[in-house]
């Protein structure tokens, strides 16, 4: 048996009844042009047949005189995580999502290893669907797409003699990461660090805090502290009922976009969700003066390995108190820039260091409610990097990858999405209650993306498109 770490241990304390703290995925896939009508049926007998699972997917979870651990059970129980469903008539993409909003707000059985993966057919246009879900304390996001990409291929007759998704071994994140900044989380290893590199890895991350905090007083707007989100319907406390929207983008628009404005494409997605949050919370009478705050996670590589391991966060404002959607994404490109140049100077454990001190005050006042107008953000905005040519799973094509994240109190919308080849595949999260008719941010991230092209704002397709 293994001890779970702080940061696992975290995530399970911190789960409640309104807040489960389980990430998944939702892919879309195009069955072979020759597969018979009764092709999801033979795809879900033949992956019953497995009957192993490799770590962690055989790690269940146990108590020992009041400590926990992780126990690599010998025993597989296929019919409590594999389950093969049919969606309700007409099989849209619309009852589709709400399947997935429902299985994504119940929890996973502590009983048994913490994920479950569901075979959805029924769609009209003949696709089928996989929708995975894995508890946080295992898998992070990052490697929850590395183990769907590992048991996929790059061809469709390759792709029938890879395993099942559970019988890929997935290599975590060294940064396991909750969905907010938490500097208390990572204090004592930035302390540990900084001490063996003594006064020389200090120097830096003061002198970089209070270069930030002289660009705040004097006013500059490309300049984020942990206290200037302005507190609206996005911060209130969430239910246990989720909706989740998703959608698909062509690479190519969005790449021509930040081509034109010198930006990245990551900036031209910030500032698509700024135009629609603009849109959809000005329809609610609830749009703040003040700019919406995001939380981007950044990745801080100096290096060519995998992506994903060595993530900070930044902060920037959304620019939606701009009308204009090209000076909203020159601003939010800003705000970015000046992001970038703060990260990029300080190595990866002066970097914790210095995040704890910037997020102290936002996190305090999270933890308190001292400030009963201000948040730590508004929402978080994830880009995970997804596969990088076509790709294809048990003689499927992949149609898209929409990111499940999950949701904490006081931050109820959820923004994370990945970059195919071909397309960016947004996966939006949010609390049902709180935020009424999530879906129609999906139009809004259309026609925000149609602005930014220079054209007339024009409903855009659903995920389906």
């Not at 042009?33 to 055989?58: C, K, M």
């Not at 063996?196 to 830096?204: D, E, T």
């Not at 705040?216 to 302005?230: F, K, N, T, V, Y």
Request: glycine share 6%; net charge positive.
């Amino acid at each position: 048996m293994k001890p779970l770490s702080l940061i696992d241990n975290a995530f399970l304390f911190m789960e409640q009844r309104q807040q489960p703290l389980h990430v998944g995925a939702l892919c879309l896939f195009t069955p072979p042009a020759d597969a018979p009508p009764d092709f999801a049926l033979q795809l879900a007998e033949r992956l019953r047949q497995s009957a192993t699972a490799a770590a962690p997917f055989n790690r269940r979870l146990v108590t020992r005189a009041g400590l926990r651990f992780w126990d690599e059970s010998e025993e597989f129980d296929i019919a409590q995580h594999f389950v093969h469903l049919a969606l309700p008539k007409p099989g849209r993409v619309r009852e589709l999502l709400a399947m997935v909003s429902r299985v994504h707000s119940a929890h996973l059985d502590r009983a048994y290893p913490l994920w479950r993966i569901y075979l959805i057919e029924g769609l009209d246009d003949g696709r089928i669907a996989l929708y995975s879900k894995i508890h946080h304390a295992l898998v992070d996001g990052v490697a929850g797409i590395r183990l769907l990409m590992k048991s996929m291929a790059a061809d469709a007759a390759t792709s029938i003699t890879m395993p099942a998704p559970w019988e890929v071994r997935t290599r975590r994140s060294r940064e396991r990461r909750l969905p907010v900044p938490t500097p208390s989380l990572r204090g004592l290893k930035a302390v540990r660090a900084l001490t063996r590199q003594g006064i020389n890895g200090v120097a830096p991350v003061l002198q970089q805090f209070r270069q930030v905090r002289r660009d705040q007083r004097a006013g500059r707007e490309d300049c984020i502290g942990s206290l200037q989100a302005p507190r609206c319907v996005l911060n209130e406390n969430i239910t246990g009922s989720r909706r989740f929207a998703a959608q698909s983008y062509e690479t190519p628009r969005i790449k021509a976009i930040a081509r034109l404005h010198d930006a990245s494409v990551n900036d031209v997605v910030l500032a698509m969700c700024g135009g629609a949050l603009r849109r959809y919370l000005g329809e609610m009478n609830a749009l703040p003066d003040k700019p919406l705050i995001a939380a981007v996670p950044v990745s801080t590589r100096r290096d060519d390995g995998d992506s994903g391991n060595e993530v900070a966060f930044a902060l920037t404002h959304l620019g939606t108190h701009i009308e204009s959607a090209e000076a909203r994404l020159r601003a939010i490109k800003a705000c970015m820039d000046y992001n970038k140049l703060v990260l990029r100077a300080l190595n990866p454990s002066q970097l914790m260091a210095y995040e704890g001190l910037m997020f102290a005050p936002g996190v305090f006042n999270l933890l308190t409610g001292f400030s009963r107008s201000r948040a730590i953000v508004n929402v978080v905005i994830s880009n995970v990097p997804g596969p990088r040519t076509e790709t294809y799973w048990q003689g499927c094509r992949l149609d898209g990858v929409y990111p499940v994240s999950l949701l904490v109190n006081s931050i109820a919308l959820n923004i994370t999405l990945v970059s195919r080849h071909d397309f960016i595949d947004f996966g939006l999260i949010g609390c049902r209650k709180t935020l009424p008719h999530l879906q129609r941010l999906l139009d809004y991230l259309g026609e925000a993306l149609d602005e930014l092209e220079g054209r007339p704002a024009s409903v855009a397709a659903a995920a389906s498109a």
